[in-house]
């Protein structure tokens, strides 16, 4: 650990990190210069970098999120950012959902979140540095036909988000939301086509947004020291102002 306490680079947890957006996260940080914990929710991907830590991490496990921390502060000294990406959704009606669905998917986005936070904290406390970026959506804020449970997680993200940010603001650690848009990840991949066309009619510019312009975004947020308590949305739809 004194090694790694003479390494100025920042130390990032992503969750979610074994494909879609929390792949395209790894990598982008890891091309910054940052130290990237990638934990994935089953087998770790194999890596030769030193800077991407692969671990196996149950973000619905709060004694796993503290191993996960304790371990990251042991192998390099800190931690400096934490990204809540790891989520599911199982979209099906609202009369139609049945109650392990419903708690699965509140644990995977909106649990998770908490438990991951709350492991985190500790560390970026002492440190009176950090930051914490957890992924929303857009249905959080307008709401969606069949996402009944997903949209509700993800607005409850947003409450985390800025009650965290309210709790900690005082002790330099930043919160902030991000809605990343529809992407093309594994979440996205079985949606018809005539889907994805609305979704891309419904913006402005027509069109979805990208893995890498939304890990561009992050990476640059999660550098910042001055802004927090907010929510970003990275496509171009627009929603009522309340």
Same mark, same amino acid.
């Given at each position: 650990?004194?090694?790694?306490?003479?390494?100025?680079?920042?130390?990032?947890?992503?969750?979610?990190?074994?494909?879609?957006?929390?792949?395209?996260?790894?990598?982008?940080?890891?091309?910054?210069?940052?130290?990237?914990?990638?934990? =994935?929710?089953?087998?770790?991907?194999?890596?030769?970098?030193?800077?991407?830590?692969?671990?196996?991490?149950?973000?619905?496990?709060?004694?796993?999120?503290?191993?996960?921390?304790?371990r990251?502060?042991?192998?390099?000294?800190r931690?400096?950012?934490?990204?809540?990406?790891?989520?599911?959704?199982?979209?099906?009606?609202?009369?139609?959902?049945?109650?392990a669905?419903?708690?699965?998917?509140?644990?995977?986005?909106?649990?998770?979140?908490?438990?991951?936070?709350?492991?985190?904290?500790?560390?970026?406390?002492?440190?009176?540095?950090?930051?914490?970026?957890s992924l929303?959506?857009?249905?959080?804020? %307008?709401?969606?036909?069949?996402?009944?449970?997903?949209?509700?997680?993800?607005?409850?993200?947003?409450?985390?988000?800025?009650?965290?940010?309210?709790e900690?603001?005082?002790?330099?650690?930043?919160?902030?939301?991000?809605?990343?848009?529809?992407?093309?990840?594994?979440?996205?991949?079985?949606?018809?086509?005539?889907?994805?066309?609305?979704?891309?009619?419904?913006?402005?510019?027509?069109?979805?947004?990208?893995?890498a312009?939304?890990?561009?975004?992050? %990476?640059?947020?999660?550098?910042?020291?001055?802004?927090?308590?907010? =929510?970003?949305?990275?496509?171009?739809?627009?929603?009522?102002?309340?």
């Amino acid at each position: 650990m004194a090694d790694a306490a003479k390494d100025a680079r920042p130390v990032v947890l992503v969750t979610g990190a074994a494909s879609g957006l929390g792949q395209g996260l790894v990598a982008a940080f890891a091309a910054a210069d940052w130290r990237v914990v990638a934990a =994935c929710h089953r087998d770790p991907f194999p890596s030769d970098s030193d800077r991407v830590w692969p671990v196996q991490l149950d973000v619905t496990d709060a004694a796993a999120a503290r191993h996960i921390v304790r371990r990251t502060v042991e192998r390099w000294g800190r931690l400096d950012a934490l990204v809540n990406n790891a989520g599911v959704t199982l979209d099906e009606p609202s009369w139609q959902i049945g109650h392990a669905d419903w708690d699965r998917v509140l644990a995977a986005n909106l649990k998770g979140a908490f438990f991951c936070a709350q492991a985190a904290l500790p560390t970026m406390l002492r440190q009176r540095d950090g930051h914490i970026i957890s992924l929303a959506s857009f249905a959080a804020r %307008v709401g969606a036909r069949g996402q009944a449970s997903y949209a509700a997680a993800k607005a409850g993200v947003i409450g985390l988000t800025t009650s965290l940010a309210r709790e900690v603001g005082s002790r330099n650690i930043r919160a902030n939301a991000v809605l990343p848009g529809v992407l093309p990840t594994p979440m996205t991949q079985d949606l018809p086509a005539d889907t994805l066309a609305a979704f891309a009619r419904a913006n402005t510019l027509g069109r979805l947004n990208s893995i890498a312009e939304v890990t561009r975004f992050i %990476v640059f947020l999660a550098g910042l020291q001055n802004v927090s308590g907010q =929510c970003f949305q990275l496509d171009s739809r627009i929603a009522r102002w309340t």
